[in-house]
């Protein structure tokens, strides 16, 4: 073959080699960008099945951790009725009164008021608190901490004790008025009032003194809780101006 035409034959057949090298890349970024979007398939399926698998591994448990009541321990099968949500243990008991239209329990001795407890009429309460059958103390219905207040006003517009005394005495200038808060409890066998809240002050002829105490104690159950004035006769019956009240903190 002469030289011109195996020059010519050999050129021929370089180029058929080089598109057959440039069809085999082709067919393999194909290939390649078809496995890129079968993992990104794969993929996106099982972030979407990630959701449900979890609620069937939470049912799951949920039925491993049933324990059926014929296999139950007999100390850990419940007996009775089921608590109800207005039971004693989830109610937090509170009640508020106002001052009862019979103020004043007192007597004058020489012209003078003697101290006495207040009557109080329940307005509103939740839980198992009650009145004592004097209705003038509150009975604390369970053991623990209770918010205590009160608030008394003494008005000198007021003026009947017997008829013969004003802020208690027929004088002129202040005249000292107070409250105590009490209670009494059943764990000793002569149960004494004793005093937990007290507050003082002094009242013009013809003026209003508003007295407020509050504070937290630990009672227990049937503990009594009651209200002591100094001069019942001047206290104003309006419920804005007098009232007491208790409430379970814990």
């Not at 009975?139 to 005394?165: A, E, L, M, W």
């Not at 507050?199 to 009594?224: M, P």
Request: hydrophobic share 35%; with cysteine; proline share 5%.
């Amino acid at each position: 073959m002469p030289f011109g035409e195996l020059r010519s034959a050999s050129g021929r057949s370089g180029g058929g080699g080089g598109c057959n090298r440039c069809g085999r890349c082709c067919k393999k970024r194909e290939v390649e960008a078809l496995r890129c979007l079968c993992g990104l398939g794969f993929l996106g399926m099982f972030l979407l099945a990630l959701p449900v698998l979890y609620l069937i591994r939470a049912k799951a448990v949920e039925k491993a951790e049933e324990i059926p009541m014929e296999r139950m321990p007999a100390a850990q099968k419940q007996h009775g009725n089921p608590l109800c949500n207005n039971s004693d243990a989830t109610i937090r008991p509170s009640v508020h009164a106002r001052v009862n239209s019979n103020i004043s329990r007192s007597k004058c001795v020489n012209g003078n008021p003697v101290a006495s407890n207040l009557l109080w009429d329940i307005q509103s309460k939740e839980g198992k608190f009650r009145l004592d059958e004097e209705n003038v103390s509150f009975i604390i219905p369970k053991d623990g901490r209770y918010f205590v207040y009160t608030q008394v006003t003494f008005s000198c517009s007021r003026c009947h004790c017997g008829g013969n005394s004003c802020c208690g005495m027929k004088t002129r200038g202040p005249k000292n008025v107070w409250l105590e808060v009490k209670y009494e409890t059943l764990e000793y066998s002569a149960p004494k009032p004793t005093v937990f809240l007290m507050s003082t002050s002094s009242i013009e002829t013809q003026s209003h003194r508003c007295l407020y105490v509050a504070g937290v104690r630990l009672f227990k159950k049937d503990d009594k809780v009651m209200v002591n004035v100094s001069n019942p006769a001047l206290v104003e019956p309006e419920t804005h101006f007098t009232f007491f009240g208790a409430y379970f903190v814990g």
